[in-house]
């Protein structure tokens, strides 16, 4: 069941999606049975941005047919907190050495955010500092300041935003990439000519509620952020489609996300060409469920 990913050689192929599972809370809600056996074979924090953010205002979530909708708006600690008091805690609850040595421990792979290169950049140099830091994925949904625009969004903004910033690391530099774009094989591919050691996706797709109470007029968006997006089973075939897509058309390595219950929605992942496959919106449901799938996935292998 190991396997290779950008040169960390984890457990088993099964990590967490970004967002979706919060170690140090989930430490302190289930004790240290967490460490002893943590459920991902490497821990993917939630995004980081350079500065401290409140996120959107409530609601934030909506409860959709086979899925979620999210609109949390990025709320976060900032870089300076994430590096200063986090990143200790997760360093211990994941096994790592100071000097991030990680025999036995779970790789971390930081995620950062920015709305632009100069942003990005300051991002990577920091955590390229950091030994704790195994790897970096960069979210690329972010609005350009400037544009308005997704900078992962539009082929050749993402290529030249990555070209740009790819020098201020050396560690293994992962593009999120949004599925909300026109042709994500072509944002995929440029994200590898520009430097990516691999993609994961799919992001959540854009996606809107209306308040439920009918009689308002004009009809309100539920979410205090107006939009959201959407997340879980609803999204799975989209990702499936999205993932095959992305792999036949880049030579790095994918990881595979969206809608994953069970080990044989992992297994649809790895079969269209993803490395590693990543669990979201089903954590919520059940925090071990990286351990369950990576178990269940081995009993496939095996009867192959
Ligand atoms: O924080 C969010 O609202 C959020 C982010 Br950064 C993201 O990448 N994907 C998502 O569904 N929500």
Redesign the pocket.
Known sequence: MSVEFCGLALRHPVING??TFDAIAARRAFGEDLAASFPFSAYVS??ITLQPRD??PPPRLWEASGGLI??????NKGLEVYLREDLPQLADLLGLAADGAAPGAVPLITNV?GASAEQIAELLGACDARPEIAAIEL?V??PNVKTGLDIGADPRQLAEVLRAVRGRTSKPLIV?LTPNTADVGACALAAQEAGADAVSLI??LRATALSPDGRSRPRRPWLG?GT??L?GPAIRAVALAQVEAVAARVAIPVVGMGGVQNARHAQDLIDVGATLVAVGTETFRDPGVGARIAHELQEIMVGR
């Open positions: 970004s967002g939630k995004t996120g959107n999210n609109s949390i708006g990025l709320p955010m979210n949904s972010c999120k992001n959540t952020g959201g997006g997340s």
